[in-house]
């Protein structure tokens, strides 16, 4: 059973406790003594067990992902629809979706504890940087989705990254390639994705930036040489290959999430060696 089901079901042993807790107990609807929650059930995880950090990834993706929708002050139906897109693809129950969908409009309270959550969440991860790389990654794609980055939003971006301990380099890098992904996806999910289309758009102005893109995804430029192409690509499918992230903590809900991560890579090398063979 996944951590979700146990809780629901009424295993509240192992809940995380602290802010987290409290607010993953309020978007379930569970009124309950987090200060007593221990007494409950004697199955009480510690801090970096993977229930524990499968619950921690799942409740601060989606409050803070509202937190940071509502950084401009206003959360624009693109922002709505891209948190919708992620719920849709990990709801596996109408309630978790419920559970997610709460979460979102907690995060856009005044009075959200973000450095709360996010020390915690920190805690939990137990040094787990594909996570956190994860997480941000996610968070990124929110702050994105109406196509520009608020200053407020970045401003916000970047506090989240200070507070988990990623640099301001490593947050340009994950910027640059999420930036990267969106374009390049949005290009092949347009002009369709096939070697017979990759020729006919070769020497157009966007299929070269189509390639320039898959580089990006890739971490590479142009320059770079085929032994390199296919270091980074191997480096970024295993640290993105799911089974490896669920291991690590990421929730099984979310695995379709990894799944499409590593398809996107795949996609940006495939190009890339066709673009190099023509």
């Known amino acids: 059973m996944s951590w979700f089901g146990k809780v629901v079901g009424g295993a ?17 609807g569970h009124q309950f003594d987090i200060g007593m929650i221990n007494l ?21 993706t989606f409050s803070v992902m509202g937190h940071i929708a509502k950084a401009d002050g ?12 992620i719920m849709d693809q990990i709801a596996v129950t109408t309630e978790m979706r419920t559970t997610a969908m709460n979460l979102f409009q907690q995060g856009k309270n005044p009075d959200f504890p973000l450095d709360d959550v996010l020390a915690q969440f920190y805690q939990e991860c137990h040094r787990r940087t594909d996570l956190i790389r994860m997480f941000l990654e996610l968070q990124i794609q929110e702050a994105l989705a109406d196509g520009s980055l608020d200053s407020k939003e970045e401003k916000l971006l970047l506090h989240i990254c200070g507070q988990l301990r990623v640099s301001h ?11 990267a992904q969106q374009r390049f996806y949005g290009h092949n999910q347009q002009y369709g994705y096939s070697q017979n289309r990759q020729r006919q758009y070769h020497h157009s102005g966007r299929e070269q930036s189509s390639l320039q893109d898959a580089y990006a995804i890739l971490g590479l430029n142009p320059s770079a040489s085929d032994a390199d192409i296919k270091k980074a690509y191997r480096r970024l499918m295993s640290q993105n290959h799911p089974d490896k992230l669920v291991a690590k903590g990421l929730p099984d809900e979310m695995m379709k ?18 673009a190099r063979k023509s």
């Open 257 to 274: 999430l990894a799944k499409e991560k590593t398809q996107k890579i795949t996609k940006a090398y495939e190009t890339i060696q066709q």
């Open 169 to 179: 380099f490593d947050y340009e890098r994950l910027k640059i390639r999420v930036q």
């Open 12 to 28: 509240f042993g192992f809940m995380l406790g602290g802010p987290m807790g409290a607010i993953l107990g309020a978007s379930l």
């Open 74 to 85: 206003r959360v624009s139906p693109e922002e709505i629809s891209q948190a919708t897109r």
């Open 40 to 60: 409950e059930s004697p199955e009480t995880l510690r801090p970096g067990d993977q229930h524990r950090v499968q619950m921690a990834f799942f409740t601060a």
